[in-house]
Structures are given as C-alpha cells and as structure tokens.
C-alpha cells in the first residue's frame, strides 16, 4: 500500500469528502470476499439475487470482482479523490468514461501485479465497460440505500470533524486507523511501505466508506485520498431490533427508534434517511424527547444537530 508524504501546508489542507463511487469500490471488496466487516453479510445476504443476476449478465463485472479478490491496488481511474461533499455517482461513472485507454490499460497492469490482465478488462474501450459494470452495481445494489447510506457518512464526517477541533489531527487520524508518523520536517499518512507520494501542497481529502473499505486514493497532481471504516454499518443494516424492548414500552416505537438512532449527532434529514420515517414525525419525535431532557440540539454550519443528553444516554441503555 501506498503512503503519503505530507508538508505542514498540506495538513492545514486535509479536508473530508464524500464519494459515491467509493462506496461502490467497497461493496466490490465485500462481494469479492475481501473484506467483510461486522454487519456487511446482512447486506450481502439482501442484495444476494440481485447481484447474481448482474454478474450473469456481466463479464467485466466477473472480472472486477475476481480482480479486487486478490489485489491490493485498486485501480486510480475509478478511484478519484472527490472535490467534497456534494459529488454525485452520475458525475463520477462520467469521469471514468472519459479516462484515457492508454491510463486505464496501465492501472489494470499495475493491480494485476504479475499475472495477465484479465481478457474482459484488456479491451480498447475499457473505460466505457467498466463505467457499464460499475453504474450497474450502483443502480441495482446501492442506490435504493443511497439516501441512508449518505445520511450515516454526513453523521460519521460530523462526528469526525467535531473530535478534530477538540483534540486535533494525531486523534482523528489514530481512530481513523490511518498511521501518522513524523519523520524529518514530513508526515507521513498510512503504512509505511511501498510508494510513497508527495502531495506538493494540495492536501488530503478523508473519505468515509460504509464497506469498510481502506484505500489510498491518487490523482496526482490534482488530488490525494484516503478511505476509512464509517461508523455505525452495522447498526445501519440491522433493522430487525432498532430498540429494546423496554425503551418501546416507555416512550413508544417511533420515539424508542429516535432515541437509539442519536448515539452520534444527526440533523432531522439524516435521522429520515436512516429510519424511513416523515420529516414530520421525526420532528415530532424529537421535540417531546428535547422536552422531556433527553436529546439536546446544537447548529454546525446550515445544519442543525441533535444528540442525546447523559439521561438519554442512560436510557437508551434500558434492555428490560
């Protein structure tokens, strides 16, 4: 794996940044087989047929998942550092279409190291079949989840960047899991070992992946990446049991879901998103558990977010 060699200039530079075709990497990951963090099998058990059926009707899509079965460099033409939060997947499948033949055809080599690259992926138009297999992926398996998938990785960006401002950035990238390590007048970001890139001062966006996905992302000398675990996916899959049977009983399903939702900070959208309820009951929700003391609100930006207070804490702890 690759790591990056950053100056002072460049930390003042790190951002964080959402992508839509990062999460489509890391699902690659975990129907590969790769890697399938706690919680992630609900999801492949879900989308199961689905997936079947689109690798029966795909070669390339057969041959992107054997490919990120055994790789340990995912190719930087579909892997592009975004520039923020707003990046749509319909704006990053466009790039990859775009991507010249003759890069496309040198990263295919690169992650399939000494073996041949695989016929369906040593094309002339392989951008363009690729771009194919991968907005199939998106639109068939992740999309419908899109809006609560977003909604966790808006929570977990929150959640990091309110940690950055109180204990700054060797805490946030240690709990990221991303090594940080001084060596002369740089940083180092990441394993040490393998390539080692220069950022030249445009700094590192942080990318939260809901697959668990860990990458170092290059497109020099535009931009550079790292991908982290986003937190909560496994409560985000697990639906069966959103809250304790005795927390129901006391305030009620909808307020009960609520309660439990809020073990990090979310806006009234985000919680919509991730509980498939009403703006309206949301809303609702959240204005009797404020008066009641068990959720307080705060403003970050436009947004405005709601957590829980230590007696919300204490019981959504309630199991009986």
């Known amino acids: ?45 879900r989308v199961r047929d689905r997936y079947q059926r689109l690798l029966a009707a795909s070669p390339v899509l057969r041959a992107l998942i054997r490919l990120h079965r055994v790789t340990d460099y995912a190719p930087d033409f579909y892997c592009v550092p975004p520039d923020g939060v707003d990046t749509t997947f319909e704006r990053e499948v ?7 033949a003759d890069r496309v055809a040198a990263d295919f080599r690169l992650s399939h190291r000494d073996r041949p690259v695989d016929p ?7 951008a363009e079949r690729v771009a194919d297999a991968l907005e199939a992926l ?40 991303i090594d940080m390590e001084l060596k002369e007048e740089r940083i180092l970001l990441g394993k040490v070992r393998g390539a080692s890139h220069r950022l030249g001062g445009v700094g590192v966006v942080l990318m939260p992946n809901a697959f668990g996905a860990r990458y170092v992302y290059l497109d020099p000398p535009r931009a550079y990446g790292l991908t982290y675990p986003a937190h909560g996916v496994a409560a985000l899959w697990e639906r069966g049991s959103p809250a304790a049977d005795g927390l129901v009983a006391l305030l009620g399903r909808g307020r009960a879901a609520v ?35 068990l959720v307080s609100r705060t403003r970050s930006g436009r947004s405005v977010l709601y957590s829980r207070t230590p007696m919300g804490d204490g019981l959504a702890q309630l199991t009986t």
Not at 94 to 100: D, S
């Open 138 to 177: 998106w639109t068939e398996l992740l999309a419908p989840d899109w809006p609560r998938l977003r909604a966790l990785l808006e929570r977990d960006i929150v959640q990091r960047a309110g940690r950055l401002v109180v204990y700054g950035w060797m805490e946030v990238f240690g709990r990221l899991g």
């Open 94 to 100: 466009a790039a990859v279409r775009r991507m010249p």
């Open 1 to 45: 794996m690759a790591h990056l060699e950053c100056t002072p200039e460049d930390l003042a530079k790190v951002r964080f940044g959402l992508s839509p075709m990062s999460q489509v990497v890391g699902a690659l990951n975990v129907l590969s087989g790769q890697n399938v963090p706690p919680g992630l099998p609900i999801w492949t058990a």
């Open 259 to 293: 309660l439990t939702a809020l073990d990090s900070p979310a806006s009234t959208s985000q919680l919509v998103a991730q509980l498939s309820m009403t703006l309206g009951g949301v809303g609702g929700h959240l204005a009797v558990l404020r008066r009641a003391g």
């Open 120 to 126: 369906a992926l040593d094309v002339p138009d392989a």
